[in-house]
């Protein structure tokens, strides 16, 4: 990565962390969320995440509400799980 993009970055997650911004930029958002400009942009131009796009421009996150879809389809632990539950785990190679 280009130190100048580094150095941005860096930037950015300083003022998330000294700010407490409650609304985040496009950029800003990818870096709370550790989620890769195209696919941020994929998630917003259909519709799957939540922002606002004020004046047909520019793209705004509400912390919360990013929060919210990052946590949505919630996995209990499994130890909290009913007797009798069957737990579906992945297969561990060919036998």
């Not at 003022?15 to 969320?33: N, W």
């Not at 919360?64 to 561990?92: A, C, F, I, M, S």
């Amino acid at each position: 990565m280009d130190n100048l993009l580094i150095l941005e970055r860096l930037d950015r997650l300083e003022k998330l962390l000294i700010g407490q911004k409650e609304v985040l930029t496009f950029d800003e958002a990818c870096d709370y969320t550790g989620i890769s400009r195209s696919y941020l942009y994929k998630l917003t131009a259909s519709g799957r995440i939540p922002h606002s796009k004020p004046n047909g421009k520019m793209l705004f996150f509400e912390k919360k509400k990013l929060v919210d879809w990052l946590l949505q389809n919630n996995r209990n632990p499994q130890q909290n799980l009913e007797p009798g539950t069957l737990v579906h785990t992945k297969n561990q190679g060919a036998r």
